[in-house]
């Protein structure tokens, strides 16, 4: 009795988490965009200020409204951050040639996909309104 009970919630179990690996939630929706805010104070912001003068890197508003321009949809954007940060790859860049010309590529950032997804979706979400641009539409 004790073992076919098991075996019920062996499969339950089982149900329930390939009922949550077919459908990922978008991976905007867990992001916790003031940690992602954090992130970018103490990481990113070694090379990238916001707005003009640039440090090492084009400033992000540069950068961001590039990404919305590309990625006009927020899982795309997301993600296309997350994997740039990675491994930065020159033939996916979203930035003109002369950038890379002037700043040199990205050296990657190899942190997990969560914390990167906070700072991704935080440039998304909350960084354009502060950074004087216009909201982009959810
Ligand atoms: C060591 C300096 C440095 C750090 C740290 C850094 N970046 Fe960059 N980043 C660069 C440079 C240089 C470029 C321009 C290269 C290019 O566009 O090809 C760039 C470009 C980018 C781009 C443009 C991507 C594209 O498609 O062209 C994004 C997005 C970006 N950085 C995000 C981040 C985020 C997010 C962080 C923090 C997690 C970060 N960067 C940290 C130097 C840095």
Known sequence: MRRRWGGVWIGVALGV????AAQPPPVAVLAD???GRRMFATVC???HSV???????????????R?????????????HVVRWAQDPDSNMSVMPRRVREHFG??????????????VATWLWMVNPPE???????P
Do not use: I, W
Request: with cysteine.
């Open 17 to 20: 988490a390939s009922a949550v």
């Open 67 to 79: 990404l919305h321009a590309q990625y006009p949809d927020r899982d795309a954007f997301v993600r």
């Open 33 to 35: 965009t003031a940690a």
């Open 45 to 47: 912001a070694s090379c």
């Open 105 to 118: 590529l990205m050296l990657p950032v190899p942190l997990p996909n969560g914390l990167l997804e906070n």
């Open 131 to 137: 950074m004087g641009m216009p909201v982009p539409k």
């Open 51 to 65: 707005g003009p003068p640039a440090k090492s890197a084009p400033p992000m508003r540069m950068v961001v409204m």
